[in-house]
T-cell receptor, first 115, second 116 residues
Framework: AQSVAQPEDQVNVAEGNPLTVKCTYS??????LFWYVQYPNRGLQFLLK??????LVKGSYGFEAEFNKSQTSFHLKKPSALVSDSALYFC?????????????FGSGTRLQVQP | DADVTQTPRNRITKTGKRIMLECSQT?????MYWYRQDPGLGLRLIYY???????NKGEISDGYSVSRQAQAKFSLSLESAIPNQTALYFC???????????????FGPGTRLTVL
C-alpha cells in the first residue's frame, strides 16, 4: 500500500522568510510525487510534480520541491514567503506501475504566513 | 478550475435521503475521480473511472455508488445518506498519458454536503 505523511499540521513563517513544508512517502517501486494547494472555498490546484530526472522540481508561484530517494521525502520549499501563500498544502503519491492506481494524499499542512 | 464543474455546491439533507452529486468536465480527459475531504484526513478516494466502461472502487466506497454517463460526466450517489458522510466532496479529472500514475489531476470546486 502507498502512503504519505505530512508531519506538521501547521507551519508558521514570517513574510519574506524561506518556507518548508515537509512530506515523506511510502510506495512500492519508484514514485510519482505531487504537491497541491487549496485556498479557502476552492478546489485543489496543482503546484508541481516529480516524475523522473532532476531531483529539484520547480513549479508554480515560485515553489519548488526536492525529491530525496534515500529519505523518501519530497519537501516543498519557497525562498521567500508571501502572505498570499497562506493556504492548505497537500502532498500526494502514486506508483510507477500500470497506471491503474490513483493518488494517495497526505493529511495536509496549513501554511500561515504572517505579515 | 472552471473546466471541472460540480453541482450542487452546497447541499443539506436528512439521514436516509438519496443524494446525487454531479461532475462535468470540458478538458476532454478520460479519467475521472471522486474524493471526500475531512478535516485532518486529507482527501480519500471514493471511486475512479478510467473510461466510460471502467469503474473502480477506491479506499472508502462503502455507502456510495457512481455512474459514468459519458466521457465528460461522472456522478456520485449516496443511496441512503448518514451523518458521517458529511464532508467536502471533490471531483477530479486527468488525461490518459503513457504513465497514468504521473498524470496531473485537475479538481472541481467541491460540494459541501451536510447530512443531518
Amino acid at each position: 500500500a502507498q502512503s504519505v505523511a505530512q508531519p506538521e499540521d501547521q507551519v508558521n513563517v514570517a513574510e519574506g522568510n524561506p518556507l518548508t513544508v515537509k512530506c515523506t512517502y511510502s510506495v512500492s517501486g519508484n514514485p510519482y510525487l505531487f504537491w497541491y494547494v487549496q485556498y479557502p472555498n476552492r478546489g485543489l490546484q496543482f503546484l508541481l510534480k516529480y516524475i523522473t530526472g532532476d531531483n529539484l522540481v520547480k513549479g508554480s508561484y515560485g515553489f519548488e520541491a526536492e525529491f530525496n530517494k534515500s529519505q523518501t521525502s519530497f519537501h516543498l520549499k519557497k525562498p521567500s514567503a508571501l502572505v498570499s501563500d497562506s493556504a492548505l498544502y497537500f502532498c500526494a503519491v502514486s506508483a510507477m506501475d500500470t497506471g491503474r492506481r490513483a493518488l494517495t494524499f497526505g493529511s495536509g499542512t496549513r501554511l500561515q504566513v504572517q505579515p | 478550475d472552471a473546466d471541472v464543474t460540480q453541482t450542487p455546491r452546497n447541499r443539506i439533507t436528512k439521514t436516509g435521503k438519496r443524494i446525487m452529486l454531479e461532475c462535468s468536465q470540458t478538458k476532454g480527459h478520460d479519467r475521472m475521480y471522486w474524493y471526500r475531504q475531512d478535516p485532518g484526513l486529507g482527501l480519500r478516494l471514493i471511486y475512479y473511472s478510467f473510461d466510460v466502461k471502467d469503474i473502480n472502487k477506491g479506499e472508502i466506497s462503502d455507502g456510495y455508488s457512481v455512474s459514468r454517463q459519458a466521457q465528460a460526466k461522472f456522478s456520485l450517489s449516496l443511496e441512503s445518506a448518514i451523518p458521517n458522510q458529511t464532508a467536502l466532496y471533490f471531483c477530479a479529472t486527468s488525461g490518459h498519458g503513457t504513465s497514468g500514475g504521473a498524470d496531473t489531476q485537475y479538481f472541481g470546486p467541491g460540494t459541501r454536503l451536510t447530512v443531518l
